[in-house]
C-alpha cells in the first residue's frame, strides 16, 4: 500500500510538472520575450488576456466527464483526453516557438493564445485526476507534491527558458519547451485510470445534455449553504499577487534596469521556496484543516508583496533580487498548496472536472481580466503606492474566509459524493 502511495505521489510530481510548464510560456517569458523588443509596459500588461482560456475553462470542462473520443477510450476517461490533449499541446508550443513578434505580434499572440487553450484543458483532466485517485486526507501530500512539480516546471519554463534564449536565441529555447511538453504522453501513460464513477444518464436532446454538463454541477454546488461566499473568496484571493506578478518584468527591466539574464538567475533560486513552501502548506493542512491552514497562508501572501517595497527602497542587488524571489515564492508555495486543498474539499466526483474547473477559472479571472490593466494602474499611481496596494488588495478575502471560519460554516458536500476512498486500478 505504502508503495503504490508513493508511486501514485510519484505521478502527481510528473503531472504537476506538465501542468506548470506552459504557464510561463503565456505570462512571463512572453512578456520577457515581448520586452526584448523594447515593447511599452501598458502593451506587456495586455498580455495577460491570453491566458483568458484559464479563466473560461469551465466552458468545456463538463466535456471532459464524459467518455473519452473513441480509439482512446481503451485508455479509460481522464488518460483518454489526456492523450488527445498533450500531443495538440506541444503542437501549439512549437507553433509560438517558430513565430517571431518582431516580424508579426499577432502570429506570436495566436500561437501563445492556443498554447494557453491546451494548457488549461490539461489542466482541467489532471486536477479531476488528482482528486478522483487521492482520498480526501491525502490531497495535501498530493498536492504539495504536485506544487514541487509545477513550480520546477514554472522554473524550467521561466528562468531556465529565459536562460537558454540569452545563450541561443528564443526560437531554440521554446522548441526545448515543446520537447519537454510532448513528454507528457509517457507520463499519462504511466499513469493508473480512477476506478469509473456511476454513469450518468444519456443525454435525449440538446436541452438535456446542457443540463447535465453545465446546469446541474452548479445547482448541485449553489445549493450548498455559503456558496456564494466560498465563490467570492476564491474569485478575490490571489487578485494582489497577480497585479504584482503582471507588472514584474516591466518594474525589473524599466525601473531597477535588471536585464533578462540577471532577472533569470535571480528566478534560479525560486524552487527553494517553492519547495519549502508547498511542504509547510501540506504540514498547514494536515495539522489545521484546510481552512485556517489557508487563512494563515492568506497573511503570508499579502505581507510577502511588500518585498516589491523594499527592492525599490534599496539599490539595485542581484542579491536582494534573489532573496525577494525566494522569500516571495516561499509565500505563494504554501498558500497555493493551501488554496488547491481548500477548493479541491468543495468538489462533488460527481462533477469533479466541471466544479473544480469552475471553482479554479474563477480564481484565474483576476490574472486574466482583471490585471490585463495593471500595467496602465502602475503608471498612473507610481510603483510605490501601486505595490503598497497589491498588499491591501487580498484582504476582503481573508475578511470572507474569517467570517467563515468564525461562523464555521462552509458548502457541505453530500456524503455519497465526497472523495473518501482510494479510486485507483492498481
Not at 49 to 59: A, D, E, M, S
Not at 137 to 158: D, E, F, K, N, V
Not at 385 to 398: C, E, I, K, N, V
Amino acid at each position: 500500500m505504502i508503495r503504490a502511495e508513493s508511486r501514485l505521489l510519484g505521478l502527481m510530481i510528473c503531472f504537476g510538472f506538465m501542468s506548470g510548464l506552459p504557464l510561463p510560456l503565456t505570462i512571463f517569458t512572453l512578456q520577457q520575450w515581448f520586452a526584448t523588443y523594447g515593447i511599452p509596459l501598458h502593451s506587456i500588461g495586455l498580455t495577460a488576456w491570453v491566458g483568458l482560456p484559464y479563466t473560461l475553462k469551465f466552458l468545456w470542462s463538463a466535456l471532459f466527464d464524459r467518455p473519452a473520443p473513441w480509439g482512446l477510450r481503451r485508455f479509460g476517461r481522464r488518460r483518454g483526453w489526456l492523450l488527445m490533449v498533450q500531443p495538440a499541446l506541444a503542437a501549439a508550443c512549437v507553433g509560438l516557438a517558430l513565430s517571431d513578434p518582431g516580424q508579426n505580434i499577432s502570429h506570436t499572440l495566436l500561437a501563445a493564445l492556443l498554447l494557453a487553450l491546451f494548457s488549461a484543458s490539461q489542466d482541467i483532466l489532471i486536477d479531476a485526476w488528482r482528486i478522483e485517485i487521492f482520498p480526501e486526507h491525502q490531497q495535501g501530500a498530493a498536492l504539495a507534491t504536485y506544487i514541487w512539480g509545477y513550480r520546477g516546471a514554472m522554473l524550467t519554463s521561466g528562468a531556465g527558458a529565459i536562460g537558454l534564449a540569452s545563450a541561443f536565441g528564443w526560437h531554440a529555447s521554446l522548441l526545448c519547451m515543446a520537447a519537454l511538453l510532448g513528454l507528457g504522453v509517457l507520463v499519462s501513460l504511466a499513469a493508473p485510470e480512477p476506478a469509473a464513477q456511476a454513469a450518468r444518464i444519456r443525454a435525449e436532446d440538446w436541452r438535456d445534455r446542457v443540463e447535465s454538463a453545465f446546469v446541474a454541477p452548479l445547482r448541485e454546488f449553489l445549493s450548498r449553504p455559503a456558496a456564494w461566499q466560498v465563490l467570492a473568496f476564491v474569485l478575490l484571493f490571489r487578485i494582489g499577487k497577480v497585479f504584482a506578478d503582471t507588472t514584474a518584468a516591466g518594474l525589473y527591466r524599466y525601473r531597477l534596469g535588471f536585464t533578462s539574464a540577471q532577472v533569470a538567475r535571480a528566478n534560479a533560486f525560486e524552487i527553494l521556496g517553492t519547495l519549502a513552501g508547498a511542504a509547510l502548506g501540506g504540514w498547514l493542512v494536515a495539522r489545521l484543516g484546510a481552512l485556517r491552514a489557508l487563512l494563515l497562508a492568506g497573511v503570508m501572501l499579502s505581507s510577502a508583496l511588500g518585498l516589491y517595497l523594499v527592492l525599490l527602497a534599496a539599490d539595485r542587488s542581484q542579491a536582494l533580487l534573489a532573496a525577494k524571489v525566494v522569500l516571495e515564492m516561499f509565500a505563494q508555495g504554501t498558500a497555493d498548496t493551501c488554496f488547491l486543498a481548500y477548493i479541491s474539499t468543495q468538489c462533488s466526483t460527481a462533477y469533479t472536472a466541471t466544479q473544480y474547473a469552475l471553482l479554479s477559472s474563477l480564481s484565474a479571472v483576476a490574472l486574466h481580466v482583471f490585471s490585463g490593466g495593471s500595467g496602465y494602474v502602475a503608471e498612473a499611481m507610481g510603483y510605490p503606492a501601486f505595490y503598497s496596494g497589491t498588499m491591501l488588495a487580498g484582504l476582503p478575502a481573508l475578511l470572507i474566509l474569517w467570517h467563515l471560519h468564525t461562523r464555521s460554516v462552509s458548502p457541505e458536500i453530500p456524503s455519497s459524493g465526497r472523495n473518501t476512498l482510494p479510486r485507483a486500478k492498481l
